[in-house]
């Protein structure tokens, strides 16, 4: 079966840090890239960052850009998301997301079930 | 930065019938526009991509058409399960500058 599976989400007050891990089964990890796609409580869907399949190339919102950083371990089969100074608007669902085998023209095609994250003193 | 609109914010259908749901980008995406479903209390799962070819395991009553800057998504007998918020995303610009998904479209029992 296709699964990512998210973990790591908690309350934890403004400026501090969390680190979100995603662990895949039932597909060649290395074969995809990934996306972390988050959503408010009530709000729309907002992309977070992106990974290659090699690691190599890395994209992160404006939002995020100087305080997340996103990587992979193929061996693993796992995803982190390290998120530092965190902010109030940051707090919501954070999913890791599959992009398709044949790339990202072709949609994100497998989500994991979401990790909350509450940013709150 | 590319801004997709989705509309109506709701619609209120009845069980049977036809839902179109539109998203409209403010510059061409060409055909780079997916769709998404998400149930309530659900992550998203990938209904269309290409604007129009639907995803492994999505029933035909779903259907995309579009391009450029017009992008309809088109449920043509609603069942009980498709309830739900219908995002719209565009990857024309890869990576993203500024909000790639549009904000959503509830459909709603009537």
């Known amino acids: 079966e296709l699964q990512l599976v998210e973990s790591g989400g908690g309350l934890v007050q403004p400026g501090g840090s969390l680190r979100l891990s995603c662990a895949a089964s039932g597909f060649i990890f290395n074969h995809h890239d990934f996306n972390w796609v988050r959503q408010a409580p009530g709000k729309a869907l907002e992309w977070v960052s992106y990974i290659t399949r090699s690691g190599e190339i890395i994209y992160y919102a404006d939002s995020v850009r100087g305080r997340f950083t996103l990587s992979r371990d193929n061996a693993k089969k796992s995803l982190s998301l390290q998120m530092s100074s965190l902010r109030a608007e940051d707090t919501g669902v954070y999913y890791c997301v599959r992009v398709h085998e044949a790339g990202y023209h072709y949609g994100m095609d497998v989500w994991g079930q979401g990790s909350t994250v509450i940013v709150s003193s | 930065e590319i801004v997709l609109t989705q509309s109506p914010a709701t619609l209120s259908v009845s069980p049977g019938e036809r839902a179109t749901l539109s998203c409209r980008a403010s510059?061409?995406?060409?055909?780079?526009l997916a769709w998404y479903q998400q149930r309530p209390g659900q992550a998203p799962r990938l209904l269309i991509y290409i604007a129009s070819t639907r995803a492994t395991g999505i029933p035909a009553r779903f259907s995309g058409s579009g391009s450029g800057t017009e992008f309809t998504l088109t449920i043509s007998s609603l069942q009980s399960e498709d309830f739900a918020v219908y995002y719209c995303q565009q990857y024309n610009n890869w990576p993203p500058h500024g909000r790639t998904f549009g904000q959503g479209t509830k459909v709603e029992i009537k």
């Open positions: 510059q061409s995406v060409g055909s780079n």
